[in-house]
Structure formats: C-alpha cells, structure tokens
C-alpha cells in the first residue's frame, strides 16, 4: 500500500493545531459569556442572559464534542502511520535475511 509519511505527519500536526485553535475558541466564548452574564445582563421576557446562555451551553458541548472526535482521529492517524512505518521496516528486513 503506497503511503506518503510527511504527508500523513502533516495531517497529524495540522489535527493538532485545529485542536489548539478549537480549544482557544472555546476558551474565549467561556469568558465573553461570563463577562456577559456577569454584569446582568438582561432583556426580554425571562431575560436576555437565560436564552444566550443555553445557546452559549450548547455550543460549548457541540466545541466539546468536536474536540473529542479530533483526538480519535488524530489518534488513529499515530497508529495508522507507527503500524505502516513498521510494516516497512518489517518487509525491509524480510529482503535483507
């Protein structure tokens, strides 16, 4: 199976820096709802802070979500390169005996 390793490496740091930037993301929606619901805001009915916070909820477990699914992924990339760049060295060796 033909394979490109700096390829794959590249997917691996580029999973990595969508994690780091998800990540500051989620860490800035966190303080901009605490800065908002801080200062009480309000509006509507029930208050405008109640709907931007489970708004705010949801999302912040949508941001939650999509990270876990990028540390799999980006976990099986790991071992789906480590398995193949053994295998090389593996059928190198066969040639070799």
């Known amino acids: ?3 490109d390793p700096a390829g794959v490496q590249a997917l691996i740091i580029d999973l990595g ?3 780091a930037n998800i990540t500051e ?4 929606a966190t303080d901009a709802e605490k800065s ?3 200062i009480a805001w309000q509006g509507g009915a029930d208050g405008g802070a109640a709907a931007f916070k489970h708004t705010h909820d949801k999302l912040m477990g949508d941001m939650t979500d ?3 699914q990028l540390k799999s992924l980006k976990g099986a990339v ?4 480590a398995h193949a760049l053994a295998t090389d ?3 190198a060796d066969d040639f070799y005996l």
Request: aromatic share 8%; no cysteine; charged share 25%.
């Open 1 to 3: 199976m033909l394979y």
């Open 66 to 68: 999509l990270l876990i």
């Open 25 to 28: 993301e989620q860490k800035n």
């Open 17 to 19: 820096r969508y994690e």
């Open 78 to 81: 790991e071992k789906a390169l």
């Open 36 to 38: 908002l619901t801080g």
């Open 89 to 91: 060295g593996s059928v």
